[in-house]
């Protein structure tokens, strides 16, 4: 399955994190589609035989049209924005999970996600191969920007068709959507009733988390020169992280 990073040169450190940590977690089943601005971009991921370098402009549309071109509106992807890494992952559950889409199990649904963050949920639920799935309400971009399975239009929409100023910036694109009542393309989006999946943040408003920087040097990757701040950044059990920080739930 294709596996979209949302990146670009200036941080490919990070997208070269993502490759590595699924990896490491063993989850070999992703071909990651990676926009690069530079040709000699493409020599930071020779590490890996499963990543295909996309040529584009550095700007979010561009790098998102340029590896959407490459996937039919019905295919499934895994969207892995660069922001995101994983540090635990149900092997397990997420195998099931992949195995489902590809036999077809889930061909009523447009994504799964992996984690139940801050989704807010219908009482529709499904069960495919013994694990159970809530039917996201199509209200809230909560949740969006973490990896999860998709299908190619559900991306193709949210970044084009329902962006109706053409934002070219990740948090203009949030709130703008964020605001909205409905959101189309968050119809049919099935959520795990069980996290499969730990990830973490390697950025907070444009610097290194502590985290981040940790896992980069760990997995050698290259360092983004950006300000380093202390803050540790991740998303696992949303009602544990409430309780114990109800201001800042992700910090951990």
């Known amino acids: 399955m294709k596996a979209i990073i949302l990146t670009y040169d200036k941080q490919a450190g990070l997208a070269q994190l993502v490759v590595k940590t699924y990896f490491d977690l063993g989850i070999k089943c992703l071909d990651f589609l990676i926009p ?3 040709t000699q971009t493409k020599s930071k991921f020779e590490f ?3 990543v295909t370098c996309v040529i584009c402009e550095s700007d979010i549309l561009s790098s998102m049209n340029s590896t959407l071109a490459q ?3 019905e295919e499934w992807v895994y969207w892995a924005i660069d922001d995101r890494f994983p540090t635990q992952i149900d092997y397990h559950s997420f195998d099931l999970i992949y195995k489902a889409i590809a036999s077809g199990s889930f061909e009523f649904a447009n994504g799964v996600k992996l984690i139940n963050w801050r989704e807010e949920l219908t009482a ?3 069960k495919v191969d013994g694990m159970s799935f809530s ?7 909560f949740g969006f920007w973490h990896h999860q399975f998709l299908r190619a239009k559900v991306l193709k929409d949210a970044f084009f068709h329902c962006n109706e100023q053409s934002h070219n910036d990740i948090r203009a694109i ?3 959507h964020h605001s909205k009542k409905s959101l189309s393309f968050l119809e049919k989006i099935y959520v795990s009733d069980r996290n499969v999946i730990e990830l973490e943040e390697p950025l907070w408003d444009g610097k290194l988390t502590r985290n981040g920087v940790d896992a980069l ?13 202390e803050s540790r950044l991740g998303f696992n059990d949303f009602d544990a992280q409430l309780r114990v920080n109800p201001q800042r739930p992700k910090f951990i």
Do not use: G, R
């Open 71 to 73: 996937c039919d509106d």
């Open 135 to 141: 039917l996201q309400k199509s209200a809230s971009m």
């Open 48 to 50: 890996a035989n499963n």
């Open 124 to 126: 529709e639920k499904v």
């Open 217 to 229: 040097c760990k997995f050698d990757c290259a360092v983004p020169d950006y300000e380093i701040v």
């Open 174 to 176: 949030n709130n703008s």
């Open 36 to 38: 690069v601005n530079q």
